[in-house]
């Protein structure tokens, strides 16, 4: 069972991420690649996915390339 929290960073398998975004109402948009990285702006999809960060309903999408990771503070764990 997942639970959005208002702020928490996911780190997420590819099976468990349509349940996330399905669960979060945003998977339609996910799939139609509206989401960026926050940090270099690329075009996230479900094979670059790095984290998703949540804060005050805001959902925020980070790729999968470390510097990004880092720069956004190392705040990927694992919550599934
Ligand atoms: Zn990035």
Request: aromatic share 8%.
């Amino acid at each position: 069972m997942t639970t959005i929290d208002t702020e928490k960073t996911y780190a997420v398998h590819e099976d468990d991420l349509d349940i996330l975004l399905k669960n979060m109402g945003i998977l339609d948009d996910f799939e139609k690649g509206v989401y960026k990285c926050l940090i270099c702006e690329k075009q996230i999809t479900r094979y670059n996915l790095g984290g998703i960060h949540v804060k005050d309903d805001k959902i925020v999408f980070l790729c999968d390339s470390l510097s990004c990771v880092s720069e956004f503070g190392g705040l990927i764990r694992c919550k599934i």
